[in-house]
Every structure is written in C-alpha cells, then in structure tokens.
C-alpha cells in the first residue's frame, strides 16, 4: 500500500527566510503527488501538483523518484504562508482518491 | 471556482442516534465524491468513494453498515453515521472531482468541503 510521510509536525521560519517541507512517499508504480495547504478556517485547497510544474505562490516542488521525494519550496518564506500543508498521492492519473501525509503546521515569525 | 458544501457544519448528537452529512457540488456535476475522516492532529483518512448510481466502495477497515453513504443525484452525497458513539466523534470532510464542467481553474481537479465536526456525547 501506498504511503506518505511528512517528518516534520510542525515548522517555524522567520519571515523572508527559506523554507522547506519534506514529503517523501512509498509507491511501487509512478504516483501523482500534490500539495494541499489550508489556511486558519478555511477548507482544504490545492497548492500544486507534480505534473504541472507550476509555481503557486512562490511556492515550488520536485517530484525526486530516486529518494521518493516531492519536498515543497519557497526561498522567502512570508507571514500569509502560515497554514496547515499537506503532501498527498494518488495512485492513479485522473482518480483523484488521495492517500495523505500527517500535515506540517507552518508558522512564519515576524 | 467550484464549491463544494457540506451542511451541517457541527453537530452534536447523543451516543446511539443516527447523524447524516450532506455534500454537495454547488456548480458543477460530481459522479464520484470522496468521503475523509480527520482526527485531531492527524491526517485525513479516506474513508469511502461515494459513486452516484451505485454503491459506494469502502476502504479497508471502515464499516460500510455504520457510515452509510449514498449518492442521491450528480450533485449530492450523503454520509449517515448510525448508531454513532464517542469515538466516531471526528472532523468529516467531502470531496468532489470536478469532471463537468472539466478544470475550472488553472490545475485544481478535485474540491473539498469545508468539512463537518461531529461530537458524539
């Protein structure tokens, strides 16, 4: 079965810092992998997917399927980033039933 | 873009009664929704995929006698919780592919509800 692993619960960085949040996942086959962010009272949103090779928000990640990774990136971390992130897979294209991470609680420092 | 509710937003019932939650796609067709579980500071665990039309397909370990599920029309999607007690008490969210129309915007395929708390007393 497929798996997805975030290490980090929680996260601080001050704000225009780097940020990183790791993702790593456990698949046989060629997943779909996605970031999920939901900010303080809202609903779960999509922030990217691996096969758009988007930028959202200044935000950025790679699909690594060598180390199985798909870490999420921003070079200057800002006070609005400060959410609930979540990592997800799915196993096949176009079905969107998704296996999720535990979720990072991203804080930004003034 | 696309909207998916989820009415009620909380509810508290006492441990033996029955609860349903709705989801629905407010623009845009659904023929498959997806039903998570969420405990506190855990990750969401898919519970179920709700198929309109038919039955809906339940993953390993959920009973499909205790949460019901059923798709009454292209834009609703029912979760009842029977005989609920203290420890189905939990946060419940939907989630709808968006298949028609097709990718409303930009790459977002899939939208969530804003969930339902449930509180079993």
């Known amino acids: 079965a497929q798996r997805v692993t975030q290490p980090e619960k929680l996260l601080s960085v001050f704000k225009g810092a780097p940020v990183e949040l790791k993702c790593n996942y456990s698949?046989?086959?060629?997943?779909?992998l996605f970031w999920y962010v939901q900010y303080s009272r809202q609903r779960l949103q999509l922030l990217l997917r691996?096969?758009s090779r988007e930028s959202i928000k200044g935000f950025t990640a790679d699909l690594n399927k060598g180390e199985t990774s798909f870490h999420l990136k921003k070079p200057f971390a800002q006070e609005e980033d400060s959410a609930m992130y979540y990592c997800?897979?799915?196993?096949?294209?176009?079905?969107?039933?998704?296996?999720f991470g535990t979720g990072t609680r991203l804080t930004i420092i003034p | 873009g696309a909207v998916v509710s989820q009415h009620p937003s909380r509810v508290i019932c006492k441990s033996g009664t029955s609860v349903k939650i709705e989801c629905r796609s407010l623009?845009?067709?659904?023929?498959?929704m997806f039903w998570y579980r969420q405990f506190p500071k855990k990750s969401l665990m898919l519970m179920a995929t709700?198929?309109?039309?038919?039955?809906?397909?339940?993953e390993q370990g959920v009973e499909k006698d205790k949460f019901l599920i059923n798709h009454a029309s292209l834009t609703l999607s029912t979760l009842t919780v029977t005989s609920a007690h203290p420890e189905d008490s939990s946060f419940y969210i939907c989630?709808?592919?968006?298949?028609?129309?097709?990718?409303?915007?930009?790459?977002?395929?899939?939208?969530f509800g804003p969930g339902t708390r449930l509180l079993v007393l």
């Open positions: 989630s709808a592919p968006v298949e028609f129309p097709r990718r409303l915007s930009g790459s977002e395929t899939q939208y």
């Open positions: 698949y046989s086959g060629s997943p779909e």
């Open positions: 691996h096969i």
């Open positions: 997800a897979l799915s196993v096949h294209f176009g079905n969107e039933k998704l296996t």
């Open positions: 623009d845009f067709q659904a023929t498959t």
């Open positions: 709700s198929n309109e039309g038919s039955k809906a397909t339940y």
